[in-house]
């Protein structure tokens, strides 16, 4: 088996997730600075909340445009930030945009009605009544309430994957109306034909942005590739594995410790994607994804045909090699959550330390392969089995394992109880956060 081996970056050198993040605050602090500029230069309303509802709209409205960037999934992003960070950071930002649209409207509502005397009920019907794109705006601001009320962490734990996806759509309408209100009615723009093709400069990359991420790129690498089942092999009776070929696989910019959101073209199955990572290196010829049964889904993985279209988006994810620190490694697993660990050891090189953590020896997927690639790369190998209780993986028995763990960098990837407990050790042993690895399975609409 052939892989491509990537030295860790130098210790002087600025890391990837640095450059990548650096890089979106700045972004995002340039056009709030333009922004801010076009708004001066239009002049000020007599009527202070009007000023400051105007304002809000404004940047409520930019940082509407800095959510789909955020979830456009571009490659260069992904690859240095990861999609769970990304993601994480577009639910901070559309809390960010629900109050600042919120702020817009009261303010607006408000100004308008201390200037005729209305109150600001009757303000708003007027206000909706008789001027272009305000109804759109109330509109708008209505789907983002209701997306954002779904996107709550109490409702968002209760409501199925499927049910969160297909109403957190409907943001995609919200930017429209949201936009098309702004252009009609902002004075910002009415006033300025440089500050109106800014706006639609920004809009138009933030939205080419996920149009090439989320469609073209993927359907792309898709008819390039054709992809498809090979072989259907059973790890043991909860986990399987499946190899995957297709055309031209040494240019698909794959690597260790990525994921696929899979979707295989059955009958049945065709509307459904998953995350599975790969659970070996890409070699130029084939992939392999091994799944845990987890319900009606992963259970049909094992009665696939081989001959079977595969449609996959990615490779996504920034659990790689790339953000290396140090010459050796401690690479820790929890159950399934060896898969992308496997495929790492493979790819890393430099001395590895491999804590496989299992409830009993039986649930140690992929343990023979592992056991194999460490003889052969002089790699420790140790599976900690047992209950969760004492944990096996307490600061003083990583300490134990690996003396010398403050001086590697750790690549953690398991169930979430067991990766929370783990990066809680981990602090108290003083490992610097740089060097420590792990990624979240975690999609944004």
């Given amino acids: 088996m052939t892989t491509v081996q990537s030295p860790p970056a130098p210790a002087t050198a600025i890391r990837p997730r640095v450059v990548a993040r650096t890089g979106l605050y700045a972004v995002l602090a340039a056009n709030a600075a333009v922004v801010t500029y076009f708004f001066a230069r239009a002049g000020f309303a007599s009527n202070a909340l009007i000023v400051l509802g105007r304002l809000a709209g404004l940047y409520g409205a930019l940082l509407m445009a800095f959510q789909l960037l955020l979830v456009a999934r571009l490659p260069w992003f992904d690859r240095r930030i990861g999609m769970d960070r990304l993601t994480s950071w577009h639910r901070w930002v559309g809390f960010g945009v629900l109050w600042a649209l919120l702020a817009h409207a009261v303010f607006i509502t408000f100004g308008y009605a201390q200037a005729s005397?209305?109150?600001?009920?009757?303000?708003?019907?007027?206000?909706?009544?008789?001027?272009?794109?305000?109804?759109?705006?109330?509109?708008?601001?209505?789907?983002?309430?209701?997306?954002?009320a779904v996107s709550a962490r109490y409702a968002r734990r209760r409501l199925a994957y499927e049910t969160w996806h297909f109403i957190h759509l409907y943001a995609y309408v919200a930017v429209i109306l949201a936009f098309t209100h702004q252009v009609a009615v902002g004075t910002t723009f009415a006033s300025s034909s440089a500050a109106k093709a800014y706006w639609n400069a920004l809009w138009g990359v933030s939205l080419a942005s996920v149009f090439v991420g989320r469609l073209v790129l993927p359907l792309w690498r898709n008819l390039r590739h054709r992809l498809?089942?090979?072989?259907?092999?059973?790890?043991?009776?909860?986990?399987?594995?499946?190899?995957?070929?297709?055309?031209?696989l040494d240019r698909l910019p794959a690597r260790a410790g990525q994921f696929f959101l899979w979707r295989f073209l059955t009958r049945d199955r065709w509307w459904q994607a998953n995350p599975f990572s790969l659970s070996m290196a890409p070699d130029g010829t084939q992939l392999r994804l091994t799944a845990k049964t987890a319900g009606?889904?992963?259970?049909?993985?094992?009665?696939?045909?081989?001959?079977?279209?595969?449609?996959?988006?990615?490779?996504?994810g920034a659990f790689t090699a790339l953000h290396r620190t140090r010459p050796d490694a401690l690479l820790i697993a929890g159950g399934v959550g060896v898969t992308p660990i496997r495929a790492l050891l493979e790819e890393l090189h430099g001395h590895a330390v491999v804590l496989y953590r299992v409830a009993t020896d039986r649930d140690a997927v992929l343990y023979d392969e592992l056991r194999e690639l460490a003889i052969a790369k002089g790699a420790e190998l140790h599976l900690v089995s047992g209950p969760p209780v004492p944990d096996k993986l307490a600061p003083s028995e990583l300490a134990r394992w690996v003396p010398d763990i403050a001086d590697r960098d750790v690549f953690l990837c398991g169930p979430p109880p067991m990766m929370n407990a783990v990066l809680g050790s981990l602090r108290e042993l003083n490992v610097p956060r740089p060097q420590i690895h792990f990624e979240r399975f975690s999609l944004a609409g």
């Fill in 117 to 148: 005397s209305m109150d600001p009920v009757n303000q708003l019907v007027d206000l909706a009544e008789t001027t272009e794109g305000v109804l759109r705006a109330v509109v708008a601001l209505a789907i983002i309430l209701v997306v954002g």
């Fill in 228 to 248: 498809r089942v090979s072989a259907v092999v059973p790890e043991n009776d909860n986990v399987v594995s499946i190899y995957v070929t297709g055309r031209d």
């Fill in 296 to 316: 009606d889904g992963t259970a049909a993985l094992r009665h696939l045909k081989a001959g079977t279209r595969v449609f996959a988006e990615g490779p996504y």
